[in-house]
């Protein structure tokens, strides 16, 4: 079995429906629908986000398959003081991708994207609107951590930035949260002031994303909640546009 779909079968998932949307440029054109073994009915389209997954399709275009390729990466200088690769981790086909900046000490301890102060926050902002991490993926801008906490420079995003691009390819998301500054600059190359992004919903290769303050910033200044939770509004409606499945059972008002 693809190790995609052993993931998405480990969350109870038998078929993805996808919905209606643009694809990001470099995919190649639509393919039609699937065809079921032995006949002409169409078979469910299996999916990573919005991007269908298509038979004989390379082990490089699922999450497990990057992961793969990235190893025991050595690309830039963080790989002498690291831990662990902190590669990402949630629900590959959930269609909503989280983007921070790098990982912390809890994370480099761990393996795992935001399980630090910063990373509890971010589970309680994904609450309010019906998310968790079964029904994301989440993903750092660099996968091993800075010393003390640094902002990563241009040349280690720049050695890692294959990485985010495949990992994107792989999911296909149909929206991205880019939290905090170095996110955004890595997926919309915006140099503006943060506040000043948040105006508007951008757009990184088909796929609209929203910018916000990194959790981190919260822990920092209590007064960015507020515009924090103006933007997970606008998170929510557009998953909700695109048809992009929450929690069952919540209402996050």
Same mark, same amino acid.
């Given at each position: 079995m !693809?190790?995609?779909?052993?993931?998405?079968?480990?969350?109870?998932i038998e078929t993805v429906h996808l919905p209606a949307g643009r694809r990001p440029s470099g995919w190649g054109p =639509?393919?039609?629908?699937?065809k079921a073994a032995g006949g002409d009915t169409p078979a469910p389209v299996r999916a990573g986000g919005r991007k269908a997954v298509e038979n004989g399709s390379s082990a490089l275009d699922s999450i497990a398959g990057v992961r793969e390729r990235l190893g025991s990466c050595e690309a830039c200088r963080l790989s002498k003081?690291?831990?662990s690769i902190v590669f990402g981790e949630g629900n590959p086909c959930s269609g909503v991708l989280?983007?921070?900046?790098g990982p912390g000490a809890s994370e480099d301890e761990t393996g795992r994207p935001f399980v630090g102060r910063a990373g509890q926050l971010l589970d309680r902002i994904l609450a309010s609107v019906g998310l968790d991490r079964e029904c994301c993926y989440i993903a750092n801008v660099v996968k091993c951590r800075p010393p003390a906490n640094r902002v990563p420079?241009? !040349?280690?995003? !720049? =050695?890692?930035a294959w990485v985010l691009d495949a990992q994107i390819e792989a999911i296909g998301p149909g929206v991205i949260l880019a939290l905090g500054a170095t996110a955004m600059a890595r997926l919309l190359g915006l140099k503006c002031p943060l506040g000043q992004?948040? =105006? =508007?919903?951008? !757009?990184?290769?088909g796929i609209p994303v929203v910018v916000t303050y990194h959790p981190a910033a919260l822990l920092r200044t209590e007064a960015l909640k507020r515009p924090v939770w103006d933007d997970m509004k606008k998170l929510r409606r557009l998953m909700d546009e695109a048809g992009l499945p929450r929690r069952t059972g919540i209402d996050a008002g």
């Open positions: !693809d190790p995609l779909w052993a993931a998405i079968g480990s969350f109870g =639509a393919s039609g629908p699937a003081t690291r831990n989280v983007v921070g900046e420079s241009q !040349d280690e995003a !720049d =050695a890692c992004a948040r =105006a =508007a919903v951008h !757009d990184y290769r």
